[in-house]
């Protein structure tokens, strides 16, 4: 069974850092693209920053410059370092993984249980 486990959100003021991971374990033949999302209360869930397997990348006009995906092809890993937070991005930050599953080699999409983000002015 897939998993993805996230860690690293917390409380921090404006102009503070964070740095996220996402972890995934389990029967993992590979990852495809990983993803960071964030849903903020009353507001729909938006994508905040991809990561192919190839390492091309793509992020949300709001956290351009500031924040930045990588992974760890070798760990199953995924991480968003946040820098500069403001207010606004405070949210609910979710991991995405495209996997296909070693046992049964069925690609699917994977979610983490979610780490809250809370940036105070």
């Known amino acids: 069974q897939v998993q993805l486990v996230e860690s690293g959100g917390g409380l921090v003021q404006a102009g503070g850092s964070l740095r996220l991971s996402c972890a995934a374990s389990?029967?993992?033949?590979?990852?495809?693209?990983m993803g960071w999302y964030r849903q903020a209360p009353g507001k729909q869930r938006e994508l905040v920053a991809a990561i192919s397997s190839g390492g091309s990348t793509n992020y949300a006009d709001s956290v351009k410059g500031r924040f930045t995906i990588s992974r760890d092809n070798v760990k199953n890993t995924a991480y968003l370092q946040m820098n500069s937070l403001k207010p606004e991005d405070t949210a609910v930050y979710y991991c995405?993984?495209?996997?296909?599953?070693?046992?049964?080699?069925?690609?699917?999409?994977?979610w983490g249980q979610g780490t809250q983000v809370t940036v105070s002015s």
């Open positions: 389990g029967s993992i033949f590979s990852i495809n693209a």
């Open positions: 995405n993984a495209r996997i296909m599953d070693g046992s049964s080699y069925q690609a699917n999409d994977y």
